[in-house]
């Protein structure tokens, strides 16, 4: 591997598994930029304390991930899929990171305050503190490129704060500016007309979903509420069902048929969907059957996890070896 490679560093919560939004938002990136940067795929495990009471869930999705990545396309042997708290090192650039982010800073980030909701008093200590995490993500492996969806933007523009700060305050140059890179897709909305399609709010559409479960939640997707019989005319724009058609119908010609009909009161919602949920259902079907081989041989699953881990973990040495230098935390020599 040829050490002038840039690096990308990306990942994924292991929350469940991954959905259309994950792909037009950040997957098909990777899939695409890992021909040209060196990529480190990270599955975020110290990043779910939101869901610290359902942990079989969490184990479980760590593979679901990994599954999902192998199918997607996503090259092990090229890139490194690794797992963050077997690279302990996460924890500790963390700790010194957060020595240096004003409360202030977090209690403003709009992802986190979306995310905690209302009731952010009982939210645990360490779901605050994630995005410093994910800036330690970032660094550690002196990524120039971090391609996600929209949301997690703020969380860039923290680590490029943080990464300023170290390198000023150590005076030299530990860390790059990470720059963000944001999908064909920003933020996919869900099948309910929810902004954004999320594996928390039960609203995806996922990449291992069968064909029967695609075609039912397409059928039951919200559309244009205005409209009430199918020679009313209908609005296109801002309607979920054609926002997925745009995404993932590469039958450009039928789109824009059915979005003029749609416009013209002289289309129905029923073969309106039935066209989305064959496109999906042909996009989805080369996914399925890759995941199907790693689904038959899990050990290829558990190997990628394992020898990524490793490849990461020594690139994790090598830079909390140089930020220990910048610190002088030698006390010992
Ligand atoms: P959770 O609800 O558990 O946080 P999630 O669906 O938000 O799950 P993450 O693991 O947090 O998934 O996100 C992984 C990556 O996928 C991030 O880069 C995120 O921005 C991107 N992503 C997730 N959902 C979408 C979406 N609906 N549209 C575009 N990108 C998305
Ligand atoms: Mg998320």
Not at 37 to 61: G, K, P, T
Request: glycine fraction near 6%.
């Amino acid at each position: 591997m040829s050490p002038e490679r840039r690096r990308i560093l990306t990942g994924v919560r292991p929350t469940g598994a991954l959905h259309l939004g994950h792909y037009v938002g950040a997957l098909e990136n990777w899939v695409r930029l890992q021909e040209e940067y060196e990529c480190f795929f990270l599955i975020a495990d110290y990043q779910v304390s939101d869901h610290a009471d359902e942990f079989d869930l969490v184990r479980e999705a760590v593979f679901e991930v990994a599954r999902d990545w192998l199918a997607v396309g996503l090259d092990p042997e090229r890139s490194h899929f690794c797992i963050e708290s077997l690279i302990p090192e996460h924890a500790e650039l963390t700790t010194w990171l957060s020595w240096w982010i004003p409360l202030a800073r977090l209690q403003r980030n709009p992802t986190l305050k979306a995310e905690m909701g209302e009731d952010s008093a009982s939210m645990p200590v360490a779901f605050f503190n994630y995005p410093v995490m994910q800036a330690a993500n970032i660094l550690m492996p002196k990524a120039h490129l971090v391609p996600v969806g929209e949301d997690q933007l703020p969380h860039i523009e923290m680590t490029r704060e943080i990464a300023r700060r170290f390198n000023r305050l150590f005076d030299r140059e530990v860390f790059p500016i990470p720059e963000g890179m944001v999908g064909r897709v920003p933020r996919l909305v869900g099948v309910d007309g929810n902004a954004k399609m999320s594996k928390s709010l039960g609203n995806a559409i996922y990449l291992k979903d069968d064909a029967e479960t695609v075609t039912q939640k397409v059928r039951g997707m919200f559309t244009d509420p205005t409209r009430l019989r199918a020679t009313d005319p209908g609005h296109v724009e801002g309607n979920p069902v054609f926002m997925y058609h745009d995404a993932f119908n590469p039958n450009v010609d039928e789109v824009n048929d059915l979005k003029e009909r749609y416009r013209a009161g002289k289309v129905g919602d029923v073969e309106v969907k039935a066209k989305l949920h064959a496109a999906l259902n042909q996009f989805l079907d080369p996914i399925r059957g890759r995941r199907a081989h790693y689904e038959a041989h899990p050990k290829l699953v558990r190997e990628a996890l394992a020898e990524g881990t490793a490849r990461a973990k020594r690139v994790a040495e090598r830079t909390m070896t140089e930020v220990r230098d910048a610190m002088r935390v030698d006390y010992l020599g």
